[in-house]
């Protein structure tokens, strides 16, 4: 980065970085694409990263997503750091990616932007790289109602807390792992497909009861149609916090915004 500052953008190697990090950031957003359906794997559009971070908003702390894709939230956490006069390194990284091609994009995203992280290569559900980490923050756009994800090989998992996710749908996997990676005061943010709200089937609901009675639902946002390549179908924001009785913010105990 150091020599392409002084060949093509002056001596300014952060000029330089921000001005690569911005072109590499295009040619992924174009091949997620031109790659349909497959694209929203590694790509979520920029519209919905702002929303996530600038609401959940990292300031400082380890940010994990175990489900990192290209690494784009990272990126926007850097990013919203910056945009109020902090440092990046006020964050520290943790990720894991289950395609290799991916991780790999992910990796290099995060070099290019000066950024560095702890991107481990497995699957979230069922080789947990982060068994015993704790995040701050956990950022996650993750693969919707996957199905026949290998529940039975991850029975009577720690982080089933609120209940045994059933195999036709792993949505409520997803979010007992992302409860179960928080700190004491960690919060969460998001995406799921809006059929998350309402399921009832294979004991989703009573998982869901068991969530909103131990009061960790802090926020739900509706987004409309057509914002992924992946799916045409609404998907909606959650936001969980595990200690809504913050010392920096109004007591919210019991309460659920939903906008």
Known sequence: VDTIAKIGFGDDPERARDILGRTYEYFIREFARSEGHRGGEFYTPASVTRLLVEMLEPFEGRVFDPACGSGGLFIQSAEFIKAHGGRARQISILGQENNQATWRICKMNLAIHGLGGDIKLGDSLLDDKFAGAR??????????NLKKWGAA???????WTYGEPPDGNANYAWIQSFIHHLTPDGRA?????????????NGEGEIRKKIVEADLVDCIVALPGQLFFTTAIPVCLWFLDRNKASANERDRRGEVLFI
């Not at 943010?189 to 089937?201: C, H, K, R």
Request: glycine share 6%; charged share 15%.
């Open 189 to 201: 943010g998001f995406v799921l497909a809006n059929g998350s709200l309402t399921s009832n089937t």
């Open 153 to 159: 090989s991850v029975a009577k998992d720690a982080r």
């Open 135 to 144: 995040a701050d923050f956990v950022l996650a756009n993750p693969p919707f």
